[in-house]
């Protein structure tokens, strides 16, 4: 319609001698009155009658001149004539070209913005949809976070929960982008067939310094092998406006059969879907090979019983995610501790899975170095079972007094070795 309308100002319709004439054209019992020939209707047989003029054609110079319609017209015929056409009544509608023009450029502009949005800010979030990217050689996931009011705790800055969820959310995506998710959850197309999923049997977390409300984390995470049939997955995350290392991450995952929940050996089809994006690298994280020990009711010091899952707690392989278990083994932590001291560093084994109607108990022994009367560290065993006795995952934690100096540092993420 906006280019119709453009397009007739500047080439404006003019009438056609048909239509002229028809509008000069009288019809019923009216006359009509042609360059000096006047129709009339008879009135006997409806028949037209022709009679000329009486007035005989003008001479000039003794030569008769013939005189055009519009010559001929009388002076009411003139006025009621189209008027005559001059330059400026010629120009076009500028203000519906203008109108056309402005509409189309604003749509432009929104599109535009739209498909090729940049942070107006340099302290915004670089990754604004979270969509994360490939780097490295195609062999490390890169994902930025930021840090909401809802993700941090008491002391205005992120919980460990909140640095696990965002270590999740990117081994997720890094499947995703490589091409490797398919209908499973993490599950590679291969593994859908065989029904095999991804569980996590060792975490490894060390905190240098926990980020605080409005900044923007990027987290970098990786794979290699572990052994005949497991997988080490490594997360270094920073601050993405300094590139401090905040958070460094190691984790061992094996394959478990989805129907019969038992252990499997990865198979060839799967092996060669994901040995392709394997890195030759050491672990971000020294691994810890002390033995985690198994508590009791007569070794542990603090119990918190009844623990039981959230429908909310399930995740679509309809078992308790992983992350949950960080914040119940927390539950049967001392408060003085979590008052005075900060979460530093944190071993897991996972031993069993659990499902929506199991019922847990936390258990907890304070040991190591410091205790609850001075401000040095703390190291604590912790014991996350079922009410029955079964094992679900034992854990060891240090805890360092708040505001202290952070310990263990990283420069980058590590190069693939030869």
């Known amino acids: 319609m906006v280019a119709t309308a453009a397009t007739s100002s500047f080439f404006p319709i003019t009438s056609s001698p048909d239509s002229i004439d028809s509008k000069n054209k009288k019809l019923g019992n009216g006359s009509t009155n042609l360059g000096g020939i006047k129709l009339k209707p008879s009135a006997s047989s409806g028949s037209l009658q022709v009679k000329a003029n009486a007035q005989a054609p003008p001479k000039i110079n003794g030569t008769t001149v013939v005189m055009t319609p519009v010559e001929g017209f009388t002076s009411e015929d003139a006025a009621s004539s189209l008027p005559p056409r001059t330059f400026i009544n010629q120009l076009p509608d500028w203000s ?93 197309p291969g593994m859908c067939k065989k029904n095999l999923i991804w569980v996590v049997t060792r975490m490894q977390v060390v905190v240098d310094r926990y ?142 899975e659990c499902g929506r109607d199991s019922v847990l108990q936390s258990l907890t022994a304070v040991s190591g170095v410091g205790n609850l009367g001075n401000m040095g560290e703390i190291e604590c065993q912790h014991l996350l079972q079922l009410e029955e006795g079964s094992e679900i995952v034992r854990g060891r934690t240090q805890w360092r007094p708040k505001n202290a100096k952070s310990f263990g540092k990283m420069d980058q993420v590590p190069a693939q070795s030869a």
Not at 122 to 141: E, K, T
Not at 234 to 248: A, C, F, H, P, Y
Not at 290 to 300: H, I, M
């Open 96 to 188: 519906m070209l203008l109108a056309a023009i402005t509409t189309i450029f604003l749509a432009a502009e929104k599109q535009w913005m739209m498909l090729d949005w940049k942070p107006r800010r340099p302290d915004m979030l670089i990754d604004p949809f979270g969509i994360g990217r490939i780097v490295q050689d195609g062999l490390v996931f890169r994902q930025n976070f930021s840090i909401r009011s809802y993700e941090i705790g008491a002391d205005r800055t992120a919980s460990i929960e909140t640095l696990m969820n965002h270590l999740q959310e990117t081994a997720i995506n890094h499947c995703k982008s490589a091409g490797l998710l398919g209908d499973g959850f993490g599950a590679t």
């Open 211 to 352: 980020p605080t409300w409005g900044d923007v984390v990027q987290v970098d995470t990786w794979v290699s092998a572990s052994g005949k049939n497991g997988m080490r997955r490594d997360w270094l995350v920073s601050n993405s406006k300094t590139g401090e290392i905040l958070t460094r991450a190691s984790s061992v995952w094996v394959m478990m059969n989805k129907l019969t929940r038992r252990l499997s050996k990865i198979p060839e089809e799967v092996r060669g879907e994901i040995e392709p994006h394997f890195m030759n690298s050491d672990p971000v994280v020294a691994e810890d090979n002390r033995k985690l020990v198994k508590l009791d009711d007569n070794t542990a010091q603090y119990v918190r019983k009844g623990l039981t899952p959230r429908w909310s707690d399930l995740d679509v392989n309809q078992h308790v995610n992983n992350v949950k278990y960080v914040g119940w083994i927390l539950e049967s932590t001392p408060l003085g501790i979590v008052e005075s001291h900060e979460l530093c560093s944190m071993t897991l084994e996972y031993r069993r």
